[in-house]
């Protein structure tokens, strides 16, 4: 009885045994996966040249010799000329919509100026008259007094029309009103530039301009009202490399003649940079009509600390780079100059071989 009972106490023992090893047993932590770390581009502070160049596109021309402008302002009428057309010292070259008015007040100013000389004269003749024939001194008084009358009547009217009753030129005066209204050639020459119809002009805006049909230059529009206009970077005299476009192959020695002001001696309306060559090249190569580029150097520094734009900030009015402090990453202010498309210059703040973190 007891044997059998030990027999069957046996299995279950052993059952409960790996009941109780299974509930004893401790699985091992799962690690979690980390989150990757950003890794963030950083730059060091070479030292380089930088070079700013700029590409300009013009013209060649007949070289500039007059600039013609209007002496009053209003609109332009009638064009006589065109570009490339050669023109004669004292040629009209065009006029102005108000000719017409100015011709007419002429008329009526020349007719009332006329009246009054008229009467002037006669008022001297009838006292001349007086005198030969012996009137009394009491008429021939009279007579001069008619005299005097006439002649403030012709100096009251000279003033009214603007005219100085002293000249002696009065109708030339006139004349010169009028031709006011138009502009004329003032040498020969070729047209290079001129005004179109109906343009409002004042008499700073240039309306023609005149050029030596044996000599060339290069016309180059620049406007200054544009915030990237290179003029600031420019002057007169400056060297430049001429390429025609027709011919790549070939590059000519240049210099700036002329800006506009204030950047150089040009007018200020005239948005035209004006470029002669160092040496004349072939008229195969090199004639009106041409267009070509210009190459100008605006900035050449050499061996200057610089950085490329991706590792400089500006926030806030403040330019500065973040390295690598004692605590972590900290803000530098930094002081620029030149600036490309690839570089920056470092005017301050850091020195070559230092590490910069970039955005």
């Given at each position: 009885m007891k044997k059998n009972f030990l027999v069957l106490l046996s299995p279950l023992l052993i059952v409960f045994s790996l009941i109780l090893a299974g509930c004893g047993t401790t699985q091992s932590e799962?690690?979690?996966?980390?989150?990757?770390?950003?890794?963030r581009t950083t730059y060091t502070v070479q030292r380089g040249d930088i070079v700013i160049d700029q590409e300009l596109f013009g013209r060649v021309t007949p070289l500039a010799l007059?600039?013609?402008?209007?002496?009053?302002?209003?609109?332009?009428?009638?064009?006589?000329?065109?570009?490339n057309d050669t023109v004669t010292k004292g040629q009209l070259l065009a006029d102005l919509t108000e000719l017409n008015d100015l011709q007419q007040q002429a008329t009526s100013?020349?007719?009332?100026?006329?009246?009054a000389q008229i009467n002037l004269q006669i008022a001297q003749l009838t006292l001349e008259q007086d005198q030969a024939e012996g009137r009394s001194s009491y008429e021939i008084?009279?007579?001069?007094?008619?005299?005097?009358?006439?002649?403030?009547?012709?100096?009251e009217t000279l003033i009214k029309y603007g005219i100085n009753p002293d000249a002696s030129d009065v109708l030339d005066q006139l004349d010169a009103q009028v031709a006011k209204a138009e502009v004329f050639a003032p040498t020969d020459g070729v047209i290079i530039s001129g005004v179109n119809p109906g343009r409002a002009v004042s008499t700073t805006t240039p309306a023609f301009t005149i050029g030596d049909g044996s000599q060339m230059e290069i016309l180059?529009?620049?406007?200054?009202?544009?915030?990237?206009?290179?003029?600031?970077?420019?002057?007169?005299?400056m060297p430049v490399t001429v390429v025609p476009n027709s011919n790549p192959s070939l590059k000519w020695d240049g210099t700036i003649r002329q800006l506009p002001s204030p950047y150089g001696t040009g007018s200020a309306n005239d948005n035209t940079a004006h470029i002669v060559l160092n040496q004349t090249p072939s008229a195969a190569d090199f004639k009106s009509g041409d267009?070509?580029?210009?190459?100008?150097?605006?900035?050449?520094?050499?061996?200057?600390?610089?950085?490329?734009?991706?590792?400089?900030?500006?926030?806030?009015?403040?330019?500065?780079v973040i390295v690598n402090g004692e605590n972590g990453p900290q803000r530098m202010d930094i002081d620029v100059g030149l600036k490309t498309q690839d570089r920056i210059e470092i005017v301050s703040g850091l020195d070559e071989g230092q590490v910069v973190i970039g955005q």
């Open positions: 799962v690690t979690p996966t980390p989150y990757p770390t950003p890794v007059n600039t013609v402008y209007f002496q009053m302002d209003g609109h332009v009428g009638d064009v006589y000329v065109q570009v100013t020349r007719n009332a100026i006329r009246r008084q009279i007579q001069q007094l008619q005299v005097e009358l006439a002649q403030m009547d012709l100096d180059v529009d620049v406007n200054p009202a544009q915030s990237d206009s290179p003029l600031k970077d420019m002057y007169e005299g267009t070509v580029t210009v190459q100008v150097e605006l900035a050449n520094k050499k061996g200057v600390l610089w950085l490329p734009p991706a590792a400089i900030r500006e926030v806030g009015g403040r330019t500065f």
